[in-house]
């Protein structure tokens, strides 16, 4: 009963991928870039609440990406 649990790994599994968050900041550039040309050109009105939206949901799908979609442990109880 106090025998260690064993893990089967593929053999062929591939490496995870760390090639790095250059994808993020250049969304993050282009995002910021977006937002000044808007704001200058336009000011604030319905439009400018619904780039706040996508800005809301980029910055959700970066950290589900970022964290493979888990609670980090700081969150944890």
């Given at each position: ?13 591939p490496?995870?991928?760390r ?59």
């Open positions: 009963m106090n025998e260690p649990r064993i893990i089967d790994h593929d053999p062929d599994e490496p995870p991928d090639t790095g968050n250059s994808v993020y900041w250049a969304g993050l550039v282009i995002l910021v870039a977006i937002w000044a040309v808007y704001l200058f050109l336009k000011g604030v009105d319905w439009e400018s609440v619904m780039l706040g939206g996508l800005t809301g949901g980029m910055f959700v799908i970066i950290m589900i990406a970022y964290t493979g979609n888990k609670v980090p442990k700081w969150m944890r109880r």
